[in-house]
């Protein structure tokens, strides 16, 4: 069992997200108390927890002899410096807090994005419809294990075979993917591995979360033109077995490799899928499986007619090139994809500002012309 350590100035609240974020895995039983900085690192230093989970606003609570004015990004800054000189200790730390707070204190592209592994909102914890309890906790065990493995892989050496093995790959099918650029985010100046957090944040934020080298169920499905469910139905039979990736993190986030993704799309039908609308798509999975598949609908034109080509980065729905815009993301690596938002979203905006995903400055004029209905919402008939 992993011993956590859940950090919050309120105590109810102390009390009742250590027992939900408690599993048969996780053990959140231990206090550290935010009475000030220095009392709460050096708790967490003798407690030598797996994971460290905190609320954002640990000032919020003023109890005599506490001198808690301070937020969970001075609490997480003061480990990773600790950490770097004890990179053995080094452990997963998350964000549980509100959506005010998060929104509106926690800027995942500012400079406190890097300190944490994973946000959650609080709500998400909690049990009963919507729940994402189970979902975080798998992801938690992930990052745990992650890290240890991270911190295995550094004893035994040899960091310029590093990215290979986080893969989980032969060297003769690493030698076959594009993972240029990735091998410079896991190692320091010196050629020597980064810090365990470092490689962490750089492997979940490269690999795991950007499409390009791998692809998420969302994504694969996008790809192949059809809806989640029939892409369940698809998986479980084990029809894409062969293409799922089992290195670092696997646990916690179901993956495909790109590269075997194309390599069975050519051995399995007699034209690129691309060429296809999601429509012809599901017809030629359907024939070939022997299965009922159904095809997706664009979520702007309600068509099943559209080429499809990937998943929105905000909604995750299939989505094709012709009705979406590029995303900004300026730090793309050469085995990145680009992220693609459909106009639906653009449309509808909200959840874009909530996940904090920005229109690429080229696509600017599309984005104004979908909202000031220049560009408007065909009519679906029928």
């Known amino acids: 069992m992993f011993k956590g350590l859940y950090i919050d100035d309120d105590e109810p609240q102390r009390v009742l997200y250590s027992e939900l974020l408690s599993s048969d895995k996780f053990d959140f039983s231990e206090e550290a108390l935010p009475k000030s900085l220095s009392y709460l690192v050096d708790t967490i230093e003798e407690q030598e927890p797996s994971i460290i989970v905190m609320d954002y606003r640990l000032d919020g609570t003023h109890n005599d002899g506490w001198d808690n004015k ?154 192949l033109g059809i809806t989640p469910e029939s892409f369940a139905e698809l998986a479980n039979a084990g029809i894409f077995s062969n293409l799922e990736f089992d290195g670092l993190f696997a646990g916690g986030w179901h993956r495909f490799w790109r590269h075997r993704f194309d390599q069975w799309e050519d051995e399995t039908f007699d034209i690129l899928l691309a060429n296809l609308t999601g429509q012809e798509r599901a017809d030629k999975l359907a024939d070939r499986f022997k299965r009922p598949v159904e095809a997706a609908a664009s979520k702007w034109s309600g068509s099943s007619n559209e080429k499809f080509s990937f998943a929105c980065r905000v909604c995750e729905d299939a989505t094709e090139l012709c009705h979406s815009v590029a995303a900004f993301e300026p730090k793309l690596l050469p085995f990145m994809e680009r992220g693609r938002i459909c106009y639906d979203c653009i449309d509808r905006e909200d959840e874009m500002r909530r996940k904090r995903i920005r229109v690429a400055e080229a696509d600017e004029q599309i984005v104004s012309d979908i909202r000031n209905e220049i560009i408007v919402r065909p009519v679906v008939e029928g």
Do not use: M
Not at 172 to 180: H, K, L, P, R, W
């Open 70 to 223: 301070f937020k969970a990004g001075g609490v997480a800054q003061v480990l990773r410096d600790h950490f770097v000189e004890a990179p053995a200790r080094d452990v997963p730390i998350i964000l549980l807090s509100t959506e005010r707070n998060i929104q509106q204190l926690f800027a995942p592209d500012k400079t406190s994005h890097d300190l944490f592994d994973l946000w959650y909102l609080k709500e998400e914890l909690h049990l009963g419809e919507g729940s994402r309890r189970n979902e975080i906790h798998s992801k938690l065990e992930a990052l745990v294990c992650g890290y240890q493995q991270i911190k295995d892989e550094l004893a035994v050496g040899e960091p310029q075979g590093l990215a290979q093995r986080l893969l989980a790959l032969s060297k003769e099918e690493y030698a076959q993917i594009n993972s240029e650029g990735l091998k410079l985010l896991l190692l320091n100046s010196e050629g020597a591995g980064e810090r365990p957090h470092v490689i962490a944040r750089q492997f979940y934020h490269s690999v795991i979360k950007q499409p390009g080298l791998l692809i998420s169920r969302r994504s694969l499905a996008a790809k």
